[in-house]
């Protein structure tokens, strides 16, 4: 039998699918075709079925799923440090709402993206679901840079440079979603889900419509609830009922409802959480940044919901950063649970990438290295002296690599990192639009 010609063929000294949980190959290839995976085998076998139009050999590296980073405010990077050491509502209300009412544009939201996107793929994130103003210059920035991304189509009760009233960001939300649908535009490489902000910010009326066209048109919603204890207070002085109830009574819990940060929860709510099938996205760093509390991970996963990762903003957080995420989750949901055991390395690897995608309704193209789906993979090189002897390949991806550690990045079989060097991003570019939009931000 001739050898099938195919793309690309990888050929790690680790290939983690994460799907099954737990699995290492070893000595395997990875065989791409026309974007997608199309067979994990062992690498004598894949050198006898396959002629490669491009063969990568990484003898020191584990080859993994593209890390999906949950919940993002993207073009915030260009806030980072702007503010810190304060709590969430002055953090917001005196520092980041003012600098937004002045700043933000369809440019600020652009090059933000396009520094965040930089640093994401060189941290090995493959797909970011992001939450902010103007998502059409957020799309047009991730599609550019090769990310897979999740536009967020915001909603709030008050006006921005964005929109006037919740009608208006409803309205132009809809109109990116129909221009976004489909694989015509972007190479399907943007997706959408409804972004109404927080419980505090959307009243009633609103998020009845969002509900009503999120069951129409298929599509996911995604917002902040119950990040801080003062929110939850807020809310059941102002109306007797916590966020949470609210958000049941308006009938937008479901498999299709995301819930980030979820730090103040009941042993009720959690059980609610998994009996609507909602998603959590947990944001460690930031929680732990801004004094919010802690989500209880080990709880919600014994539960069953689905727990995905997130690095929230760089200005709340201060990097993008999810492999460090990743360990921050772990350690802290041990301490939180008082049990070593709680969130195991294998398990938090999987929050990271299959969870995530589950999350943002796409497991199915995205989250695991199987044959069928998109071939959104990274390398991890395991030769650095910090990630030496290497007993148990999970352990060190979950507690000892850092993100300088990725060398490789591929997005639907393409190069968006190779040999460490940014294949569709000028970091010089960027360095200068961040120095300009700096002078500008400067307090």
Same mark, same amino acid.
């Given at each position: 039998?001739?050898?099938?010609?195919?793309?690309?063929?990888?050929?790690?000294?680790?290939?983690?699918?994460?799907?099954?949980? !737990?699995l290492v190959l070893e000595q395997h290839a990875l065989a791409v075709h026309q974007g997608k995976i199309l067979a994990l085998l062992p690498a004598a076998e894949a050198a006898q079925r396959y002629t490669a139009t491009e063969t990568l050999r990484l003898d020191r590296h584990a080859?993994?799923?593209?890390?999906?980073?949950? #919940?993002?405010?993207?073009?915030? +990077?260009?806030l980072r440090g702007i503010a810190d050491d304060l709590p969430l509502m002055t953090w917001l209300q005196e520092h980041i709402w003012p600098a937004e009412s002045a700043h933000v544009s369809p440019a600020f939201c652009r090059d933000g993206v396009s520094l965040a996107a930089a640093e994401l793929i060189r941290g090995g994130v493959t797909c970011a679901n992001d939450m902010y103003f103007f998502p059409?210059?957020?799309?047009?920035?991730?599609?550019?840079?090769? =990310?897979?991304?999740?536009?967020?189509?915001?909603?709030?009760d008050f006006p921005t440079a964005w929109a006037a009233n919740a009608d208006e960001?409803? #309205?132009?939300?809809?109109?990116? #979603?129909?221009?976004?649908?489909?694989?015509?535009?972007?190479?399907?490489?943007?997706?959408? =889900?409804?972004?109404? #902000?927080?419980?505090?910010?959307?009243?009633?009326?609103?998020l009845t419509k969002i509900r009503?066209?999120?069951?129409?048109?298929?599509?996911g919603i995604h917002m902040h609830v119950h990040e801080t204890a003062g929110e939850v207070a807020m809310a059941v002085q102002a109306t007797g009922k916590r966020p949470w109830q609210r958000l049941k009574e308006l009938d937008l819990l479901g498999p299709d409802f995301l819930a980030v940060h979820m730090t103040q929860l009941t042993e009720a709510e959690i059980a609610e959480a998994a009996e609507f099938g909602v998603h959590v996205a947990h944001c460690p760093e930031s929680n732990l940044k801004l004094a919010s509390g802690f989500c209880p991970v080990a709880r919600l996963l014994k539960?069953?919901?689905?727990?995905?990762? !997130?690095?929230?903003?760089?200005? +709340?957080?201060?990097?993008?950063?999810?492999?460090?995420?990743?360990?921050?989750?772990?350690?802290?949901?041990?301490?939180?649970?008082?049990?070593?055991?709680?969130?195991?390395?294998?398990?938090?690897?999987?929050?990271?990438?299959?969870? !995530?995608?589950?999350?943002?309704?796409?497991?199915?193209?995205?989250? +695991?290295?199987?044959?069928?789906?998109?071939?959104?993979?990274i390398a991890v090189d395991l030769d650095a002296l910090n990630t030496q002897p290497v007993y148990h390949l999970l352990s060190q991806l979950a507690y000892a690599v850092? +993100?300088?550690?990725?060398?490789?990045?591929?997005?639907? !079989?393409?190069?968006?990192?190779?040999?460490?060097?940014?294949?569709?991003?000028?970091?010089?570019?960027?360095?200068?639009?961040?120095?300009?939009?700096?002078?500008?931000?400067?307090?």
């Open positions: 039998m001739q050898p099938q010609t195919i793309d690309l063929l990888v050929l790690p000294r680790w290939l983690l699918p994460i799907e099954p949980a !737990g080859v993994m799923p593209g890390l999906v980073n949950a #919940h993002t405010h993207a073009a915030m +990077s260009l059409d210059a957020s799309a047009e920035a991730f599609a550019a840079a090769g =990310m897979r991304a999740v536009a967020n189509l915001i909603v709030l960001y409803i #309205h132009k939300g809809l109109e990116l #979603h129909d221009a976004l649908k489909g694989d015509s535009k972007y190479g399907g490489l943007i997706t959408t =889900m409804f972004g109404p #902000h927080a419980p505090y910010t959307v009243s009633d009326a609103p009503a066209y999120a069951n129409e048109l298929g599509i539960a069953g919901v689905n727990v995905a990762l !997130g690095t929230d903003g760089a200005a +709340s957080n201060n990097d993008l950063d999810l492999f460090g995420e990743l360990k921050t989750a772990a350690l802290l949901a041990k301490a939180v649970a008082g049990d070593a055991e709680a969130l195991p390395a294998a398990q938090a690897l999987q929050m990271a990438t299959l969870n !995530g995608a589950k999350a943002l309704g796409l497991d199915e193209r995205i989250g +695991s290295l199987l044959p069928g789906k998109q071939a959104d993979f850092n +993100s300088r550690q990725v060398t490789d990045v591929y997005v639907a !079989g393409r190069a968006l990192l190779r040999g460490g060097l940014l294949t569709t991003l000028d970091e010089a570019a960027l360095r200068a639009r961040a120095r300009e939009w700096a002078a500008k931000l400067r307090p």
